[in-house]
C-alpha cells in the first residue's frame, strides 16, 4: 500500500528556504500514470496548492507562489522534495505531500507543521 | 483562477439527519470536475468525491455529490458520527486548481 511522508525543518527562520521532503514507500514514484505535489494549510485556515512534479521532472506551479517555489524529484530514492525562498510568517503552515491523478489529491501524507519565526 | 465559496461555514446537526453543504464557484467549472474531501481534526484530508458525482474508492454511499456550471453540493444522506468534520470543495478542472474555505459539519 501506498504511503507518503514528509520530512524537514519545523522551524524556518523568516528570510530563509522552507525545505521538505516527501518519501514514497510500498510504489514506484516513477510511475507516468501519477503527479507528486504539495498542498499547505495554514492553521485553522483552508488549503492552497503549492505545485506539482511529474517523474520526467516536469513541474506545475500555482501562479501566487511560483515565483518562490521549486519542486524537484529524485527517482533514484523514491523521493521529491519543496523549497519555498524567502518565507514570511504567513508561509507557517502544515506542509502536505500527496499523489495527483487528474489533479485529484486521492493520497496524502500525514502532514509536516513547518513554523517560520526567528 | 476560479474562486469557490462555500456555504454554510458551519452547519449543526445531529446523527441521522441529512446535510447538504454548497459550493459555488465564480465561473464554470470545466468539465464539472468538482471535488470534495473530508478533513477531521489532525489528519489529512481524504478524497470523496470527484467529477462532481463520482464517489471515491471506499467511500459510502451516504455521500453524494451533485451539480453543474458553477454550483455544486455534497449531500451526506444520514449522518454517521465519524461524519462530523469539515469538508472543502477543489475544482480540478483548470489551473491553478483551486479549494474552498470549507464547512464544519458539528454535532447539534
Known amino acids: 500500500q501506498l504511503q507518503l511522508q514528509e520530512s524537514g525543518p519545523g522551524l524556518v527562520k523568516p528570510s530563509e528556504t522552507l525545505s521538505l521532503t516527501c518519501t514514497v514507500s510500498?510504489?514506484?514514484?516513477?510511475?507516468?500514470?501519477?503527479?507528486w505535489g504539495w498542498v499547505r494549510q495554514p492553521p485553522g485556515e483552508g488549503l492552497e496548492w503549492i505545485g506539482s512534479?511529474?517523474?520526467?521532472?516536469?513541474?506545475y506551479y500555482n501562479p501566487s507562489l511560483k515565483s518562490r517555489v521549486t519542486i524537484s524529484i529524485d527517482t533514484s530514492k523514491n523521493q521529491f522534495s519543496l523549497k519555498l525562498s524567502s518565507v514570511t510568517a504567513a508561509d507557517t503552515a502544515v506542509y502536505y505531500c500527496?499523489?495527483?491523478?487528474?489533479?485529484?489529491?486521492?493520497?496524502w501524507g500525514q502532514g509536516k507543521l513547518v513554523t517560520v519565526s526567528s | 483562477e476560479i474562486v469557490l465559496t462555500q456555504s454554510p461555514g458551519t452547519l449543526s446537526l445531529s446523527p441521522g439527519e441529512r446535510a447538504t453543504l454548497s459550493c459555488r464557484a465564480s465561473?464554470?467549472?470545466?468539465?464539472?470536475?468538482l471535488a470534495w474531501y473530508q478533513q477531521k481534526l489532525g489528519q489529512a484530508p481524504r478524497l470523496l468525491i470527484y467529477?462532481?458525482?463520482s464517489r471515491a474508492t471506499g467511500i459510502p454511499d451516504r455521500f453524494s455529490g451533485g451539480g453543474s456550471g458553477t454550483d455544486f453540493t455534497l449531500t451526506i444522506s444520514r449522518l454517521e458520527p465519524e461524519d462530523f468534520a469539515v469538508y472543502y470543495c477543489?475544482?480540478?478542472?483548470?489551473?491553478?486548481?483551486?479549494f474552498g474555505q470549507g464547512t464544519k459539519v458539528e454535532i447539534k
Open positions: 510500498g510504489g514506484s514514484i516513477n510511475s507516468g500514470a501519477y503527479y
Open positions: 465561473q464554470s467549472v470545466s468539465n464539472n470536475y
Open positions: 467529477g462532481a458525482s
Open positions: 512534479v511529474y517523474y520526467s521532472g516536469n513541474t
Open positions: 500527496a499523489k495527483v491523478v487528474g489533479a485529484l489529491f486521492d493520497q
Open positions: 477543489q475544482q480540478h478542472g483548470s489551473s491553478p486548481v483551486t
